[in-house]
């Protein structure tokens, strides 16, 4: 195997949490003299909680290759989780000095470290530099996100409403946005606002996890009842149009496999369930106490009813 290729083994090898035959891989890419072995030798370690060990690789690695930006900024992103902060600003100056660097990357991470430390308004100025300047939508969408969610974690929730509005996103991200924002209200204690966008939320996309906001909140308590999956077949008529076939699964705490049903079905809107049916229902988990209600949904997958997909 050449280099790339030994790279690339590596990294499915972490991906498949599989540390010790990447590290052997890492050391292979080490002994070619590729600076990438440091990333994946340091990369092995962090999977393992060896966070003080992964920092001394790097910090090898960025001496014996102090223009690699990736390695500055792994660095300054271990430093941080260290809560060794100002080490941490330090290693994204040098990534941002190295040739070809990710500016915008780096950026993105310098400003969510400075959301934990006293600089946290430049946190949010660099976030709202990168929601400007970008041209990715992953990245406008990540800087829009935690800029919003620390907004709202310091009481500016009508700020963070009004932001969203003027970003002018397509209702599945802004439905994204909305639920992350409600579930953080949730575990704020803020219960009537995370309702709110809950709602908000599902208006715009009938799926995710905007669900278990209402639940938790509106849910009859039970002493005794189960975990659910539950898939419905549908399907969707346009007028003088085409029609469309899909399934759809919840996940559904209830009393019983009836009880179950009627809350996936009575979750989607009025238009469409009365053709829906339960297409499967499985027991996932229980007896336990909790609130009834469905826990979260999924989109719609559509399929050619000639060659039916299995459910399970």
Known sequence: MNVDELYQKAQILLHEGRNKEAREVGHQLLKLRFSG???ILARSFHQEGALPVAIQVLESGTREAPS?????????????????????VEAYQAAKGCPAADTEQILFNEALL?????????????????????ESKEMRLAALTHRLS?????????EALIELGEAFLHDSDNAEILTKLSLQLLSQGDEKNAVNLARQ???????????????????????????????LRGRLEEEDGPIYHFHKTAKVYARNE?????????????????????RELVKLDGPTEDRLGVDWSSGLMFFDPEEEPSCS
Do not use: H
């Open 37 to 39: 072995a440091f990333e």
């Open 68 to 88: 690699v930006w990736l390695l500055w900024m792994q660095l300054g992103n271990y430093y941080s989780e260290a809560g060794r902060y100002g080490e941490a």
């Open 150 to 158: 620390a907004l709202v974690e310091s009481e500016q929730l009508t």
């Open 201 to 231: 939320a599902l208006g715009l996309k009938r799926a995710g996890q905007a669900a278990s906001v209402l639940r938790q909140v509106e849910g009859e308590t039970s002493e005794r009842c189960f975990l659910y999956r539950v898939v």
């Open 258 to 278: 009836a009880e179950a049903s009627a809350f996936a079905v009575d979750f989607e809107p009025e238009d469409v369930r009365a053709e829906l049916e339960v």
């Open 114 to 134: 400075r959301l934990k430390l006293s600089s946290r308004e430049k946190g949010l100025t660099l976030l709202s530099e990168l929601i400007r300047s970008t």
